[in-house]
């Protein structure tokens, strides 16, 4: 009895106990727990709207399940530093559009694009002279080809005259697929379709295929399921060795369409994060100087989980021919004595010599035209692209007034 009357004191103690640490603690005051939207609510005037502009850097990316907005919402969740800097993702539509975008659209101040864009646009005469109007902060990673089938199509061949889906208009898919398709003298119906949209009008039979551009492992095709289903592989024809890349896509990348111990090879093109040539003098550079010291100084905290797995891939310092590097990017790489390839490591690769060439690891590679063909290679080995070694026209889409010369926004 007296031990019951103990442990009833004892519970009676610590009630008391816990209500006067109750009342001791604070009461949670909402407008306390971030100082940015009390400061902005409570005191805003035309200062802070002219700080909050200053100090808002959007990025344009992509389509919904792509790898370009999984980009944008990491930089976002990383860089994002109250209203000393705001990173803002905007959805896109692609490539081709991003570069319309940058150029044209009030507010945009970085995009994704890869680097068959600017060509595809040039020789179609849609735009002039975009390698002036351009600059890159640095290049991101390798994007793959995915070509998702029925498995009674076995060779891309097979796709000539079906139809076949390339995602929205002027993106990165629908850029891609006319090049290498158009090089590889295979003649699909394509449509344009979004990617969710697409993959299911693909698994009820109105389509044949499904074309996404898009880093590995692609968080839409990630999720597709069906046994009907799989990956056509792209030979790396020598069509396409002036502007893309050997790569593969494994059951690692993706474990419900392909089996463990076998992979399918493919070609990717290199993405880069671009922005438009602003003069030293204006607000629009300074932003994006600021941007680029708080990417750059932040970097590897992208590098890892839970962050996208091709942030591993990304290399500050890489080069990307035929593009010019925003001066505070180089500025930046510079002073903290961050360096292109080492140009030993790529002679070494580029070598044919059997006593230097590093036969073990370096895929063996049909011969290329020009150096920088051979530095796109070399660039995908370093990040582990070529885990095997890689073993010819369309009508043109209708010819449309070239884009004239912008105006900065």
Sequence with gaps: MRGLWAMAGFAVIM????????????ELDPPKVSDSPASI???GSAE??????????SIITGTIGGTYVQFGADLASVLDDGNQLRILPIVGHGSAQNVADILYMQGVDLGIVRTDTFDYLEKNGLARNLRNQFTYVTKLYNEEMHVIAPKTIR??????????????????????????????GIRPKFVYVEQRIALERLKSGE???????????????SQLRDERLHFLAVDYDRSLQTDYLPAS???????????????????????????????????????LAMFVDNFFTKFPAL??????????????????PGWRRFAPAKQW???????????AKFDEFNSPSPATAVTPVAPRRPPLAGKDAVLRQFQAWQVGQNDRPPPPVIRPPRKRDPLPTPVPQ
């Excluded at 009630?15 to 604070?26: D, E, K, T, V």
């Excluded at 389509?207 to 095709?221: E, F, T, Y």
């Excluded at 002073?335 to 390839?341: A, C, K, L």
């Design 41 to 43: 609510f409570q005191s």
């Design 48 to 57: 802070t709207k002219q700080a909050l502009n200053a100090n808002s850097v």
């Design 303 to 320: 590098q890892n989980p839970p962050f996208h797995p091709k942030w591993t891939e990304v290399s500050l310092s890489a080069p990307v």
């Design 249 to 287: 896509l494994s059951a690692r990348d993706y474990p419900n369409l392909i089996a463990d111990g076998e992979q399918v090879d493919t070609i990717a093109v290199p993405a880069v994060l671009a922005a438009y040539n602003w003069a030293p003098n204006t607000g629009r550079y300074r932003k």
């Design 155 to 184: 060779s891309l061949k097979e796709l000539d005259g079906k139809m076949v889906s390339v995602d929205l208009p002027n993106g990165g898919t629908f850029v891609t697929a006319q090049i290498v398709f158009e090089r590889l």
């Design 333 to 343: 790489l510079d002073s903290h004595g961050v360096t292109p390839v080492a140009s």
């Design 207 to 221: 389509l044949d295929a499904v074309i996404a551009v898009q880093g590995k492992p692609s968080g839409i095709l």
């Design 15 to 26: 009630l008391i106990s816990g209500a006067a640490a109750r009342a001791q603690a604070p």
